[in-house]
């Protein structure tokens, strides 16, 4: 399947569970829906059969509430069946909690409270550099979630260990829980400040999946003893108009007219 299939899957599935489950977060499920599909279709040396091989390459999710974009993103690498996820999913005494869960094949690390992820990013690729071990670590953050002080100490950790086989994405969809993230607490000047952290760091359209896939792969290349940061412009609740730029689709789960109206947006007929 190429990656923009992929990612058109992926969308259409989430949208399905969000639906089905009555569930929220797919606005921020859609915004960073094309950042995972260049990941798990193109960038990470992960498959079901080495989920837990010391070599692997590792993602840590840190934007857990937004659940649905990884669980569709596994299931259609294999990591689970259709079945298990659509039965699983936000369902008593299931795996498939509403925030990601590292019970769930493929998942590295439960995560929902937010700015653990990147400590714990940190953590890792410290091991894998004193232990010489080839993989990479991606830490997928949210832009809002970057107001808890627990990420800056990972930011300021990550340079002086020199974390070169760490790449951080943040989805800078630019609207969080409450609002805008500029009114809420402003981020800029984003890319200034990882900067002055000493880490090496990129804008891109979160959308546009060659800039993604020319990016990742060359960050992940990159041992210049620097950890690497991806800044990625993306539109909340992109792919549907009616979703997209939407604070309100950080917590409405879609109705019938919704679901039959962002399917025919997404293709289908």
């Not at 989430?14 to 798990?40: M, N, P, Q, W």
């Not at 990016?215 to 800044?231: E, F, M, N, W, Y």
Request: aromatic fraction near 8%.
């Amino acid at each position: 399947m190429d990656t923009a299939s992929f990612a058109n899957a992926m969308r259409l599935r989430a949208l399905e569970l969000c639906h089905l489950k009555r569930t929220s977060h797919i606005g921020g499920a859609f915004s960073v829906a094309d950042i995972l599909a260049v990941l798990y279709n193109e960038v990470l040396d992960v498959a079901p059969a080495t989920r837990q091989a010391p070599s692997r390459d590792r993602l840590y999710y840190s934007k857990g509430h937004a659940c649905t974009a990884l669980y569709a993103a596994l299931e259609l690498r294999g990591f689970f069946t259709p079945a298990e996820l659509t039965e699983g999913f936000a369902t008593d005494g299931s795996y498939f909690t509403s925030h990601v869960n590292h019970r769930v094949p493929g998942i590295e690390l439960s995560t929902g409270s937010l700015g653990h992820a990147l400590g714990v990013s940190c953590g890792t690729a410290l091991a894998g550099l004193r232990r010489n071990l080839p993989y990479t670590v991606f830490t997928v953050v949210s832009d809002g979630e970057l107001d808890e002080g627990s990420n800056w100490e990972a930011i300021l950790f990550a340079a002086h260990q020199k974390l070169d086989n760490l790449v951080t994405i943040v989805d800078y969809n630019k609207i969080q829980s409450f609002g805008s993230v500029a009114e809420v607490m402003n981020l800029e000047p984003l890319v200034d400040k990882f900067r002055a952290f000493n880490w090496t760091v990129h804008e891109v359209d979160g959308h546009n999946l060659e800039q993604l896939s020319n990016t990742l792969r060359a960050l992940k290349a990159d041992r210049s003893g620097k950890p690497k940061c991806i800044v990625a412009h993306t539109v909340k609740g992109k792919g549907v108009s009616f979703m997209e730029q939407q604070l309100a689709w950080h917590y409405r789960s879609p109705s019938e007219d919704d679901y039959r109206n962002a399917r025919i947006e997404l293709g289908v007929k």
